[in-house]
């Protein structure tokens, strides 16, 4: 791979005797957007800090662009990091602030008076130069942020849930606009949050964090229609999880039974040994509702709750053995708790997880 | 609970006033007495009052008139208080040279005769100078003890001048008391805010023992603090004892009764009133703009210069303020640990109170202390407050 | 290297600042009339001396009534003057708060230049009253401050909730806003009698022969004749230091512990 970014070869890091980065292996690529979701405490942040130099790994090695960079302290790195906080320094102007990385690196004064006006120009604050940081918006302030990670033409972009703390319509726009500029500057951007719409919408690939290893990693899509791990099922979106074993072929995927003998066909990533224990996960979106009977993974079941939810119903069925969630169209009005309905999925919408 | 109601406001009032009628009476009717002595000029007037009513309308080219004359024999005689006298005779002296003999002579003449004719005791009497100088010493106030504080004076035509070197030494003695000031300040300054930034990057049991540190010299007794201070530096003391001990001085070298005992003793009491506004500062500015200066590219000397250097300005400012406006009102450390050369302004304006009576000195000097305090004052209290519209 | 440094500093500066209090203790031991390091043998005669020498005795025990009464009256005129602060919404609260506060920021020669003199008129100059006056002028900053910090730690609406369970004003001041302030208030009236204790200029002005306070005894011992009298009072002031704030601290521990601990930190 010769466009290879990033690698964190082996990359441990201990507090202690408590390790919250656990022999963790990573590739980036040039170009490429890679977050990092995981619940609270799983090490995001403290991987991002490993790689901008501000922690070091006590095992492995974190390699940029071929080199080990374990002994070049951060000054020297050329990664732009934007923190969840934004960091300006509060008594430098908004053109102060997106200078000083070139004041930094000794660059002319005409030269860094024309890259501040570009960049600035860039994220659209161009009005906003002479403004100190205390008089912008949230929003400002956070692209004021970017401008100044972005302003010196970094390796790398490190951005530490840098939209956590915008309310929800300006957090979808930075997220488009960041998206735009990596395509336009063709950025390698390491992206940490919470938000799993967030890291969907944004990423070319997710890796999905769990204490401190990497359960899963691979594009949106398959994230969330593939998922490996019962955790990345649960922490991607709602699903809903039949417990089972593996009962022969069925087209190109398996046949699961279920523990009361039922039948159910799924899609699967590679081949399974029978017998083998595994989960069934079903989005809440692929399962359709009728009252006709007949056809393959079909379950009676009785409507228990519904609820509008605006762009979607959400409805609990009692199956018996288990409790389903179904988002349905909100135009599906009909469906009143009590009645009595079949549940229907295609084998491509259901999903085998090895438990 | 109230405070809109009338009833909350006067409870309000109610409990505020004791406190201000307290600190109308024994604080600032004290500082007013101390303005009010920088400037009173009655040693004369007290006991002139008929001459005073006599001069009245004399011009002071033509020799002076008989009513005045006799007013001044009345006056003098009706005098009981020898020390009075004694006071108004040094005031009309420093004015005019001569009137000591003068005085004397007459006195001793009035003693003597009922009412004699001045003129005729002494013939200097008959001349306006001498008249002059005490129509001149007649007002009530007087502007002297002030140019005084600051070596100045008016010459025989009212003119401010520039006393003679030998004449005071108020203007070596306050430059003398800033310099110090200064010292003691820079002093501080250079070990208060490493070791600001020292407690603000530890954490933990270290960080408590490095606060305790310096808030333990800040809750004991001053004098406990200089008198240990006497024991190390003396020329006996733990310093020398260790030097000659370990052969490193032949014979003690002197610490104590000098500038640099002084600045050690002064630099230790004030050292808390350094760190505590800096720790302060340094707390409120998120550790993250390191961060993000070293990410940008800054090493880690031109991120502290361009990053933490100026956010903690105020704190330097706030606390230098606080060292220097303390240290120029000092005056127990340096009366105990200084020698004669050390003595600052305060020592001065004790001296003048409680060694020679001399309160019109005593309180020009404080005046001129009281005013600099002042002003500081209001600069750091600017200061901090810009501090608390920001936080 | 760096952090070597750093090492290399911290045990210098805390050095610095401990040094002196360390020096001092042993020498209230001493066996020796000087007070110089070595110690020939360890002693109790300087204790002896401080409890039974006439001018010790005296000063001790005018430092006791000084002390006290500074403390009631700095402490009764502070907190209702921080009580009222509170209350009152008039545009010359700051200015009033300044007022308050300047005692600790004017030079006290100059004061007490002021007070000798102010003093003879009014009648109060070498008396135990003076001296109780002066005093309580420069304790009254440390009172106000740390009683208005305490009420600034009282949310309201503790208080309105009170007046609306049916308590009267003064009511709710007795049960809810004094105790709640009190830890403030205590913190105060210790602050006041440290800062008596330790006054000297004022003194040196307004007190008679008679007022001669511990701090005065102390100041004219080490101008004078310098003895270790003066270490084994300084030991008795830094165990009386020591023993203040641990009992500061366990009582605002078990404040703190009474209350849930949801409100330490006011
Ligand atoms: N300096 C430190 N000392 C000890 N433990 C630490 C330190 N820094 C982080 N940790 C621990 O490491 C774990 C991982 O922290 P990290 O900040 O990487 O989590 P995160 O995935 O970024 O979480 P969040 O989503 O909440 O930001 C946490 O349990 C945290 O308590
Ligand atoms: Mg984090």
Redesign the pocket.
Known sequence: MSDLRIRFDHVTKC??T?C?VDDLELDIAKGEFVSLL??????????LMMLAGFESPTKGRILVDGEVIDNTPTYKRDMGVVFQSYALFPHMTVGDNIAFPLQMRGIGKAEIAERVTRVLDMVQLSAMRDRWPAQLSGGQQQRVALARALVFEPRVVLMD?PLGALDKNLREQMQLDIRALHNRLGLTIVF?T?DQSEALTMSDRIAV?NKGKIEQIGSPREIYDHPSTRFVANFIGETNLLEGIVDGAAGNGVRVRLPDGRHIAAAASDTLADGQNVLVSIRPERIRLDDLHGGTNQLAARITDSVYQGNHLRIQLDEGAHNFVVHLDRKAAQHQPGAEVMARFQPDDCWVIRS | MSASTGTGRFAAVALIAPLLVFIAVFFIWPLFTVMSQSVSDTAVLNLLPRTAQAAKGWDPESPPTVEMKTALAEDLQAVEDRQALGDMTRRLNSAQPGFRTLMSRTTRALRKDDLPDLGEVDERWNQPVYWQAIVGALSPTTDRYLLAAVDLERDVSGNIVAMPEEASANRTIMLRTFWVAALVTLCCLAIGFPYAMLIASTEGWKRQALLGAVLLPLWTSLLVRTAAWFIILQDNGLINWMLTGLNITSGPIPLIFNRTGVVIAMTHVLLPFMVLPIYSVLLSIPDNLMKAASSLGAHPMRAFLRVLLPLSLRGIASGSLLVFMTAIGYYITPALIGGAGDQMISSVIAFYATGSANWGMAGALGVVLLAITILLYAVYGRLSSAEERRG | MFQGLRLVFAIAAVTFLLAPLLAILPLAFTSSVFLTYPIPEFSMRWFDVLFTAASWKRAILNSLIIGAGTTVLATVLGTMAALGLRNWRLPFKGTVRTLFLLPMVVPAVVLGVGMQVLFVRLGIASSYAGVIVAHTVVSIPFVVVSVIGALGGIDRRVELAASSLGASPLTVFRKVTLPLAMPGILSGAVLAFATSLDEVVLTLFVAGPNQRTLARQMFATIRENISPAIAAAAFLFIVGTILLAAIGLIVRRQVAARRGLQKSES
């Open positions: 507090y202690g408590l919250v995981g619940p609270s405490g799983s090490g995001k942040t403290t991987l849930e940490v919470h964090f």
